[in-house]
């Protein structure tokens, strides 16, 4: 596999705004940053049974819709509308945390800030969704 077709195993996400943790010896430490490690077969089956058959289909395949396409926004409208739920997005958080070798409670402390980075960081193991999401995001 030449460095081009690598794939990402992992992705460091750097904490706008640090995490209280519980360090080692009791005390509180501050998380700086989290490593988000490639999906396993397991997360993707969490977030196929989570978010639908057709989100699996485009993370197995690599290829969602084009982004500039409206069949590419309407899709990425489709998977955030099925999280619209406290049940749903307790899961999508604990996909997170397992995909971060993190406890829940880290990732529901996180800034909405760094919640966007993580995202991203997701998006870097599927480019094809990451292109088509953001599409959706308004030009600065």
């Known amino acids: 596999m030449t460095k081009e077709t690598a794939l990402k195993t ?3 996400i750097p904490l706008a705004v640090p995490v209280d943790v519980p360090g ?3 005390k509180t430490a501050q998380r700086l940053s989290i490593t988000m490690r490639r999906p396993k077969l397991r997360h993707t089956k969490r977030l196929a049974a989570l978010l639908g058959e057709d989100v699996l289909t485009a993370l197995m395949s690599g290829a ?3 982004a500039e396409t409206e069949e ?3 899709f990425v409208v489709r998977i955030v509308g099925k999280l619209l739920s406290q049940e749903r997005l307790d899961e999508l958080t604990a ?3 397992d995909m971060c070798g993190e406890d829940v409670a880290v ?3 996180l800034d909405p800030v760094d919640i966007v980075k993580v995202a ?3 998006g870097d193991f599927f480019p094809a969704l990451r292109s088509a999401a953001l ?3 308004p030009a600065t």
Do not use: Y
């Open 24 to 26: 080692a010896d009791g």
């Open 10 to 12: 992992k992705v460091e």
């Open 64 to 66: 969602s819709a084009e």
């Open 107 to 109: 990732i529901d402390d």
């Open 135 to 137: 599409s959706l995001w």
């Open 95 to 97: 996909i997170v945390a």
């Open 72 to 74: 590419g926004r309407a």
């Open 120 to 122: 991203m960081a997701f």
